[in-house]
């Protein structure tokens, strides 16, 4: 982590803590270790992209930060907020992070609108009619708004991805997580998912990606993480880490992803 | 596609390209599906050698042999029971919720409830124009009749307008016309108007249909609690769940009907007293509490644990997530379970006839043994009651499938 400080240093961040700081988090499955130690600073309008082999631990991290996943050691703070066993903190800190999922995960039984309406309303208290407008917003933002009245079943992949994008962003939340956002779609539509996450990262959001879009990763990330493990073997720009990585696993894994 | 197209030379329209005709006509379709080889040939000419016999010989027992005076005479126990003369009106007047509700519900739920509304709204008139005579109930029974067709026709106009016309209000109006009902069945002890009928005097198809809708509502939202609580994080509600639904799914219904004559009032404080029928209606609610809190269950399970992350990540509360997201897709995937447990406990309210109350098929089996002049019309009643039966069953299955159908739109 300190040869990567100055790093993030360099880019204007010297002043500010981190929105979300992760200290020497652990995480066990059992007597599995799965998290051995993670220590991350994110700051704001920070887009960082997470890497690794499959079962190295990225999903396990990203779901610890909105307690999807519980950690038994360590200190998480999202935006000031201590993350315990406290269920208000916990709230406090879902309505900040937005998360999209692998495989979706959108309601069937609710059509588009309402998938996007529903938290709007039942957390944020907003009306039927501003959550309507609002989802109307963010399904034009993702491109699909002729879809609002559809059910999940009759969109294709992309579209029900751009869909669980819309659905998180009408909470208005702070952070956007994706885990693996594009591996369950077909090779046409990662683009159309992707073009709409390049925007998200335009428009200033914090953003953590568990990826292997490494076209996507060296065009929005700020920092990129190696995970091996349950543990951080290399973080650093995306030129830093992807042309010049410091650790022989990071060669080894790019190796194999790259080719 | 282009290659079809260009064959069938409408190389210009490809996206007109129709898939083939399946059928040939009525004619091809015979030949397909029922003569196609000579042993299937055979067996086609069997069945209708056997169809035609059993039509004529049935239809003749129908038209020409059978007695159906026994239907006829005792038309108004059938229906009510015992139920004094004089008020039968009352009983007529709560009977009449179930067109109205229907015709509520006609534009609400267009698929299945237009079509139930509709056959009852049509069935009704027909039977009044039978030519047969109803004994007792007279010609009212005509009227009365033809009174379903009117209320089915009411309630459809209601519920197009926009206050009526939603399901919260269809189902919260059959509710209260529900309750009301039995208050208004039960009356009064001081009352000139509606003076006190005790649920003894109940009887008839109208008891089996108070029973298994009471039965319904309670049984229901009772097996959706007991299959949640067995989920519980708290292990006093799981255990306390687990041990209600095994206990129950163990004893048989008829030990549980006598379990609860002898048992409830010796429990329950006197200002609580219950009537024979109560208990009654407890033992079915026992016993279908349990079965349905299985089939709960199973919805449950089926629901992928990502569809509880997705919620949780919006931060959503346990109970929103419950009531929002986990039950509708829970009960969905089992409707028909759920549905099959409906139609059980439909048909396991006979067995109140055990504590000598009547409900449809004890009235019936009353009247048999009751007057030597029944006593060969076993066959005729039995019929009408099977027939009676299989309607109502039928009306809960076509819903069911009716439900599933217009929810699949939402599977992918
Ligand atoms: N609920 C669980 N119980 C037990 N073990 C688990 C559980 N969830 C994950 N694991 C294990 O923890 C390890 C890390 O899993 P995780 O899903 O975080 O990996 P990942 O880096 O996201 O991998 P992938 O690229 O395959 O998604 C894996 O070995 C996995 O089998
Ligand atoms: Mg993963």
């Not at chain 2, 409408?10 to 005709?21: F, K, N």
């Not at chain 2, 929002?324 to 099959?340: D, E």
Request: with cysteine; hydrophobic share 50%; glycine share 8%.
């Amino acid at each position: 982590m300190a040869q990567t400080g100055d790093k993030a240093n360099g880019q204007g961040h010297e002043e500010r803590n981190g929105i979300i700081v992760v200290r020497e988090l652990h995480k066990w499955f059992g007597d599995f270790h799965v998290l051995r130690g993670i220590s991350m600073e994110i700051y704001e309008g920070e887009k960082m992209v997470i890497f690794g082999p499959s079962g190295s631990g990225k999903s396990t991290f990203i779901r610890t930060l909105n307690r999807l996943e519980e950690h038994q050691r360590g200190d998480i703070f999202v935006d000031g907020i201590e993350l315990s066993a406290d269920i208000r903190n916990i709230d406090a800190i879902r309505s900040e992070i937005g998360m999209v999922f692998q495989s979706f995960n959108l309601f069937p039984h609710l059509t588009v609108i309402d998938n996007i309406t529903l938290a709007p309303m039942l957390v944020r208290h907003l009306s039927k009619d501003d959550a309507g407008t609002l989802a109307m917003q963010y399904l034009e933002r993702v491109g699909i708004p002729e879809q609002a009245a559809k059910y999940p079943g009759q969109l294709s992949g992309g579209q029900q991805q751009r869909v669980a994008i819309a659905r998180a962003l009408a909470m208005q939340p702070k952070i956007m997580m994706f885990d693996e956002p594009t591996s369950a779609l077909d090779p046409e539509m990662i683009k159309e998912v992707l073009d709409v996450m390049v925007e998200l990262a335009e428009s200033g959001m914090t953003m953590i990606v568990v990826t292997h879009e490494m076209g996507f990763a060296r065009q929005v990330a700020d920092r990129m993480v190696m995970f091996d493990e349950g543990k951080v073997v290399e973080i650093g720009t995306p030129k830093e880490v992807l042309e010049h990585p410091r650790h022989e696993r990071t060669k080894q894994f790019l190796a194999q992803i790259l080719t | 596609m282009a290659d079809r197209a260009s064959v069938t030379g409408v190389a210009d329209v490809a996206d007109q390209v129709r898939p083939p005709v399946a059928s040939t006509g009525p004619l091809g379709w015979v030949r397909a599906n029922l003569l196609d080889t000579w042993y299937n040939a055979l067996l086609t000419l069997g069945v209708l050698v056997a169809l035609y016999y059993l039509v004529r010989g049935f239809g003749g027992w129908v038209l020409l042999t059978a007695e159906w005076a026994v239907l006829t005479q005792n038309l108004q126990v059938l229906l009510v029971g015992q139920y004094p003369d004089e008020e039968i009106w009352r009983a007529g007047a709560v009977m009449l919720a179930l067109p109205f509700v229907l015709g509520l519900g006609w534009s609400v739920w267009p698929g299945f409830c237009r079509r139930l509304a509709i056959s009852l709204a049509v069935a009704a008139p027909l039977v009044a124009a039978l030519p047969v005579e109803f004994a007792s109930l007279a010609a009212g029974f005509r009227v009365y009749l033809l009174l379903n067709t009117v209320l089915v026709g009411a309630g459809w106009l209601l519920g197009r307008s926009t206050v009526f016309g939603s399901a919260r209000s269809v189902l919260a109006t059959w509710l209260v016309l529900f309750l009301g009902g039995l208050v208004f069945l039960r009356g009064f002890a001081a009352s000139e108007a509606l003076p006190f009928v005790g649920t003894k005097q109940w009887g008839g198809l109208m008891v089996t249909l108070l029973l298994s809708q009471a039965g319904i509502v309670i049984s229901f939202p009772l097996g959706i609690l007991f299959a949640l609580g067995r989920r519980s994080s708290m292990a006093f509600v799981r255990v306390a769940c687990v041990a209600y639904i095994e206990v129950l799914r163990g004893t048989p219904i008829l030990a549980l009907l006598f379990v609860t004559q002898v048992l409830l009032p010796l429990l329950l404080p006197d200002w609580m007293d219950m009537d024979r029928l109560t208990r009654g209606l407890v033992a079915l609610i026992l016993n279908n509490s349990a079965y349905m809190a299985e089939n709960v269950r199973g919805g449950l399970q089926s629901v992928p644990s990502g569809q509880l992350e997705a919620a949780r990540a919006l931060g959503m509360r346990v109970h929103h997530i419950t009531a929002r997201i986990v039950l509708p897709q829970a009960l969905r995937n089992v409707l028909p379970a759920i549905v099959g447990q409906f139609i059980i406990l439909f048909k396991d309210t006979a067995v109140i006839s055990l504590l000598g109350l009547l409900d449809f098929l004890g009235t019936a089996n009353a009247i048999l043994s009751g007057r030597q002049q029944w006593f060969n019309a076993e066959i005729e009643m039995f019929l009408f009651v099977a027939a009676v039966y299989w309607v109502f069953t039928y009306a809960m299955t076509s819903v069911s499938r009716a439900i599933e159908r217009s929810m699949s739109k939402g599977v992918g």
